[in-house]
């Protein structure tokens, strides 16, 4: 009998249930949590609180738009086996090597990602405080913050300094305090941690994705191609993703639309699964920890147990192998912006 998960994407990450682990939910109670059922993803995590902060927000956003549809619909991932990885890395150090046989039992994975409305929708009945509004700054790319809250900005990322740590930024100010998303609730959320994404896929009784799971999903029954869809970035001269147009960070000339993020539901389904910007628009947070040793060995649903991993799934054309080998270390607390 073929194996079900329960498992949807979010603006960077997807989820599953206990109770569909083999029928047996018996190893998901307590402590005892196991690689496979999804249970894992308790770990470390954080615990719903209220502040005043949280109580003001919901009050402004508690009434979401009945325009708004929603966008938890959920896809079934067949089992399938695929070739994770490849023996041409970029960036070997990064664990992309070697190409390994996988196979991935079927599962059921979030059509869209998550919205700021599906996450609205979370917080206002948990009164859930995210870890970037606890420590009350995240990173934003500078482009996009206003020239009065970037006054007082005195630091940046050595290594990428248009990331800029700014107090007030989160999920309901993507762009810094003075920011909202009053008029993005059909956009996905983002700075949000891998503890926030866990605690949103327990309300919803689901779990992160596995990174197996994920690449599964996005290549869909097709091989060596460069896109879910196939080789052509733009077929007909259609956008399928939205991503970083311009040179970056510098110029961004938004050819598919959009500067910053997308609506969940914007651009074609990206592959014969059905699902929406699972490259694209943002990333996405998976259960999987960062690994870098792996072997040839043909594995049946793997999950690593190192650190916390989470794919930049917007990698085009001749680095799109690489994408799907490509990961980045990260700690729980990384917040999540939009693609470039
Ligand atoms: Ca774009
Ligand atoms: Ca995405």
């Given at each position: 009998m073929e194996k079900l998960v329960c498992v949807f994407l979010l603006s960077l990450f997807l989820c599953t249930s206990c109770e569909t682990c083999d029928g047996d939910?018996?190893?998901?109670?307590?402590?005892s949590k196991e690689e496979g059922c999804g249970c894992k993803v308790n770990r470390d995590s954080t615990k719903y609180s209220s502040n005043e902060h949280n109580e003001k927000a919901d009050e402004q956003h508690?009434?979401?738009?009945?325009?708004?549809?929603?966008?938890?619909e959920m896809l079934f991932i067949e089992r399938g086996t695929f070739t994770m990885g490849t023996d041409e890395p970029v960036f070997p150090v990064d664990g992309e090597g070697p190409a390994r046989k996988v196979t991935v039992y079927g599962f059921y994975l979030d059509k869209h990602e998550v919205s700021n409305a599906e996450f609205q929708r979370f917080v206002a009945e948990t009164k859930y405080v995210t870890e970037a509004e606890s420590f009350g700054n995240s990173f934003c790319l500078e482009n996009y913050v206003s020239e009065e809250v970037l006054k007082n900005v005195t630091q940046s990322v050595a290594a990428a300094p248009w990331w800029v740590p700014i107090n007030g930024a989160d999920w309901r100010h993507p762009n810094g305090p003075d920011s909202s998303i009053k008029d993005i609730m059909d956009h996905p959320v983002v700075h949000v941690s891998w503890n926030d994404a866990v605690k949103y896929c327990e309300w919803a009784g689901k779990r992160l994705p596995t990174e197996a799971e994920f690449e599964r999903a996005c290549k869909g029954n097709l091989k060596s191609r460069l896109f879910p869809w196939g080789n052509k970035e733009e077929p007909k001269g259609k956008h399928w993703m939205n991503i970083w147009h311009g040179k970056f960070p510098s110029e961004n000339?938004?050819?598919?639309?959009?500067?910053t993020t997308a609506p969940?539901?914007?651009?074609?389904?990206?592959n014969i699964f059905g699902v929406k910007n699972i490259i694209g628009n943002v990333w996405e947070w998976t259960q999987d920890w960062w690994e870098t040793k792996f072997t040839p060995t043909p594995k049946k649903n793997p999950v690593s147990d190192t650190y916390h991993t989470f794919l930049s799934d917007n990698i085009p054309v001749d680095k799109a192998i690489s994408r799907w080998a490509f990961s980045i270390q990260n700690t729980p607390c990384f917040f999540l912006l939009f693609e470039h």
């Amino acid at each position: 009998m073929e194996k079900l998960v329960c498992v949807f994407l979010l603006s960077l990450f997807l989820c599953t249930s206990c109770e569909t682990c083999d029928g047996d939910s018996s190893q998901c109670d307590g402590d005892s949590k196991e690689e496979g059922c999804g249970c894992k993803v308790n770990r470390d995590s954080t615990k719903y609180s209220s502040n005043e902060h949280n109580e003001k927000a919901d009050e402004q956003h508690v009434n979401i738009p009945s325009d708004i549809p929603r966008t938890n619909e959920m896809l079934f991932i067949e089992r399938g086996t695929f070739t994770m990885g490849t023996d041409e890395p970029v960036f070997p150090v990064d664990g992309e090597g070697p190409a390994r046989k996988v196979t991935v039992y079927g599962f059921y994975l979030d059509k869209h990602e998550v919205s700021n409305a599906e996450f609205q929708r979370f917080v206002a009945e948990t009164k859930y405080v995210t870890e970037a509004e606890s420590f009350g700054n995240s990173f934003c790319l500078e482009n996009y913050v206003s020239e009065e809250v970037l006054k007082n900005v005195t630091q940046s990322v050595a290594a990428a300094p248009w990331w800029v740590p700014i107090n007030g930024a989160d999920w309901r100010h993507p762009n810094g305090p003075d920011s909202s998303i009053k008029d993005i609730m059909d956009h996905p959320v983002v700075h949000v941690s891998w503890n926030d994404a866990v605690k949103y896929c327990e309300w919803a009784g689901k779990r992160l994705p596995t990174e197996a799971e994920f690449e599964r999903a996005c290549k869909g029954n097709l091989k060596s191609r460069l896109f879910p869809w196939g080789n052509k970035e733009e077929p007909k001269g259609k956008h399928w993703m939205n991503i970083w147009h311009g040179k970056f960070p510098s110029e961004n000339t938004a050819d598919d639309g959009y500067h910053t993020t997308a609506p969940v539901t914007e651009f074609p389904e990206q592959n014969i699964f059905g699902v929406k910007n699972i490259i694209g628009n943002v990333w996405e947070w998976t259960q999987d920890w960062w690994e870098t040793k792996f072997t040839p060995t043909p594995k049946k649903n793997p999950v690593s147990d190192t650190y916390h991993t989470f794919l930049s799934d917007n990698i085009p054309v001749d680095k799109a192998i690489s994408r799907w080998a490509f990961s980045i270390q990260n700690t729980p607390c990384f917040f999540l912006l939009f693609e470039h």
